[in-house]
């Protein structure tokens, strides 16, 4: 990977933030865009802004076109067929989708981790005031453990969904044998890939998974644009919870004839620039390479690990390794805020990380750490220049908050 290169295809990384060059280490809660996807989404504001499939003009024909391509794309980057592409605002609402279109009844059984973000935990928590169960399979050391998955499992078993990747620490479960499991158990399974599918070539056919969502804004590509991933099958199976312009054939006073997936799920106008710039990210990626960038964040994992590991006081959260927790360095710091590191970081380096829960406050409610963890997340267009400035600067900011 030409990481210099790299860089002058992203516009916000030019700037300075506070006098210093910026450092941007937040890419887990939404990453920097490229010129190339700006342009795409440029060019359907500026030569076709219409809708598509609602008329026949010359306009209207290219965005069905573009849409088409972009469905296209985003199904040949997960290994999936067009038809199984659902548009949807994020990952939040592909879950949310099948949560309310699944037709999961009083007494049926839904199995999570301990360790959800809130949008692979809150959809559950509404159905159970309807009789849904929600089981949570216990980790061990903050890892998956086999034998307690298997102890949730039983016949009312309906869904088992799994985070992919850990936005709270980067550790990635071995969906392969989470999958494998659940399905000897007559269970289907949904992931939440919004923190994998970004980092590591994913097939969703070779993992045989059920349902699989993700976000662009997390992938270089624009806020509003996600991706339900289901197989054909039991595409057909759901209902839409969300209906409207776009997802019927025709209707009456009374009835309406409903279109096929994915139109069925798609209801009213599209964020046809979303999906655009959301194809343009995933050429982008799979230009550069989805195992270079993987091993790349590795390897600026391992800098930040033996580089922090001796500030006294400082504990990472998760794996220790940091081979099993992708490009996610989550720590807390024994009697300092993080936000107060996340502060000084901003406006004594110019280093962006995110502070908090990071929307799984039940791990951190669970584990007495009300405030969070402080969180640098990596990606493509960091170097390890900037790994080695984070050292530096964290380790002066804990002398001096002390």
Known sequence: MDVKKIREDFPVLQQKIHGKPLIYFDSSCM????????????????????????????????????YRKAREVVAKFIGAKAEEIIFTRNTTEGINLVANSLGLKSGDVVVTSDIEHNSNLLPWQMLSKK?????????????????????????????????????????????????????????LVMLDSAQSVPHKKIDVKKLDVDFLAFSGHKMLGPSGIGVLYGKKDLLKRLNPFIVGGDTVANSTYET???????EKFEAGLQNYAGAIGLAAAMKYLEKVGMRDIEKHEERLNEIITDGISGIKGLKIIG???????????????EGINPHDIAMMLD??????????????????????????SARASLYLYNTEEEAKIF????????????
């Not at 850990?166 to 479960?173: Q, V």
């Not at 794996?319 to 710091?333: D, Y």
């Not at 406006?347 to 969070?372: D, E, K, Q």
């Open 31 to 66: 990453s920097l865009r490229p010129k190339q996807v700006i342009a795409a989404m440029n060019e359907y504001y500026e030569k076709f802004p219409a809708c598509a499939g609602r008329s026949i003009h010359s306009l209207s024909q290219k965005v069905d076109e573009e």
């Open 131 to 187: 009789g849904v169960v929600h089981k949570i399979a216990k980790s061990k050391n903050m890892q998956f453990d086999g034998s307690n998955f298997l102890d949730t499992l039983d016949k009312n078993v309906k869904l088992v969904s799994f985070v992919h990747t850990s936005n709270l620490d980067g550790y990635t479960f071995p969906v392969e044998e989470i999958i494998r499991t659940a399905h000897d158990n007559g269970s």
């Open 256 to 262: 309406c004839e409903m279109l096929e997936a994915p």
């Open 319 to 333: 794996p220790q390794s940091p081979k099993l927790r992708g490009g996610i360095i989550s720590f807390v710091v």
């Open 347 to 372: 406006s004594t380096a110019g280093i962006a990380i995110r502070s908090g829960a990071h929307c799984v406050h039940s791990w951190f409610n669970a584990n007495n750490l009300p405030r969070g």
């Open 391 to 402: 050292i530096d600067k964290l380790q002066e900011i804990c002398n001096t908050l002390r």
